[in-house]
């Protein structure tokens, strides 16, 4: 079992960054796949990007393509999300998430997830 604790979330204007971080604590971090997803309000949630166990796959929802980077360092049990170039509809709270599984595929079935933090991107 892994638990997961996001930061980073707050309030930005529009065009600018934020860096989320997702803490992992529990079994090692490095047999999980990761990854980040987003709900805005009256909205369902939203997978946003991935990262397998080593690092070396990634996979991107369209929307954020070009925009964000997802990373990891599992020397540290951390996650990262770096947003770039943000837009009043990346308003949301982003979840981090865990599966045991060596990398991401369409469908894949999160088990853990954290408590989301909130992104607000004003306009």
């Known amino acids: 079992q892994v638990q997961l604790v996001e930061s980073g979330g707050g309030l930005v204007q529009a065009g600018g960054s934020l860096r989320l971080s997702c803490a992992a604590s529990?079994?090692?971090?490095?047999?999980?796949?990761m990854g980040w997803f987003r709900q805005a309000p009256g909205k369902e949630r939203e997978f946003v990007a991935a990262?397998?166990?080593?690092?070396?796959?990634?996979n991107y929802a369209d929307p954020v393509k070009g925009r964000f980077t997802i990373s990891r360092d599992n020397a540290k049990n951390t996650l990262y999300l770096q947003m770039n170039s943000l837009k009043p509809e990346d308003t949301a709270v982003y979840y981090c998430?865990?599966?045991?599984?060596?990398?991401?595929?369409?469908?894949?079935?999160?088990?853990?997830w954290g408590q989301g933090t909130q992104v607000t991107v004003s306009s």
């Open positions: 998430a865990a599966k045991y599984a060596s990398a991401w595929y369409p469908g894949l079935k999160f088990d853990y």
């Open positions: 529990g079994r090692t971090f490095s047999v999980y796949t």
């Open positions: 990262i397998g166990r080593s690092g070396g796959l990634t």
